[in-house]
């Protein structure tokens, strides 16, 4: 942000961050060999998984509400700039290709909007009606239990909070995910997700250890909702839609590992059903293809509920 921008008080706020304190453990990196220097970095970002460990109830309260609300026709937005909006918009791409659920369900949203993948967007992250504005633009809570989850490093990023402010106002459940144990976010926030991962290798650069905190969270929240709403079926991923070879190979191999069958006639199963869950069904109650997908309608296409266990 360019300088006399920022209020005093924010200028505080940032500077006695934690991500942007200076870490005594990499205090002389630029004088070490390279073997020492990445064996630093190593030994820091092994401190993270134990910092998003801490956080795991939080993480849970908002895989529950999340699901809650996507069962009733809501869908999720992941909103973030830099860093943190990359891995929101990462996240939700990743969405529908792993759990064959429509694009629309999961959304990210990048202050600068899908230029800012490639190159930064300072500017725009600086302004919370844009925030709302891109909110608004997507027609957010319109009709739908949305669900909004802010992500900032610093927890303070006004894009963000110009967002989250909207989200509220509109009595959409709120998250928030950062790395700092309170911030300005909090306010707007029902439920908080301060993965505490202290001063960064490089001094204030949160695409490290703070970037893979707000991966491993989201990487968390995503795949949880999707188990607590049925796209799971023990580990396999029996929403998948094979659209290429490979997904082909890999829904063939997913039958057979659900239902114990041969090959030869997981390959019938996946041209009989069509889907991964209706060829399991087919095999595992000895029924056609039309009793098969309503029993899977019927248990709103929970797999094990439709199969009865």
Known sequence: MIDGIMKAEDKEVLATAPTEARNPNSLQIDKVSTLEMLSIINREDQTVAAAVERVIPHIAQAVDAIAERLSQGGRLFYVGAGTSGRLGVLDASECPPTFSIDPE??????????????????????????????????????????????????????????????????????????????????????????????????????????????????????????????????NLMVNLKPTNSKLVDRAQRIIMTATGCTHDRAVELLLEGGTVKTAIVIEKLEVDRTTAEARLSAANGRLSAALGE
């Not at 300072?122 to 909110?135: N, R, W, Y």
């Not at 991966?215 to 796209?231: F, I």
């Open 105 to 234: 369900i999961v959304q990210g949203l990048i202050a600068g909007g899908d230029g800012a993948l490639r190159r930064s967007s300072e500017v725009s992250e600086d302004s919370p009606e844009l925030g709302a504005a891109d909110l608004r633009a997507r027609n957010f809570a319109s009709g739908h239990p949305d669900v909004l989850v802010g992500i900032a490093a610093s927890g303070r990023t006004p894009y963000v909070l110009g967002a989250m402010a909207y989200a509220k106002s509109l009595g959409a459940l709120t998250i928030a995910v950062t790395c700092v144990p309170v911030s300005a976010m909090t306010r707007f926030a029902e439920i908080s997700i301060a993965v505490q991962t202290g001063a960064e290798v490089i001094t204030g650069s949160t695409r490290m250890k703070a970037g893979t905190a707000t991966k491993l969270v989201l990487n968390m929240l995503s795949t949880g909702v999707m188990v607590r709403t049925g796209a799971v079926y023990g």
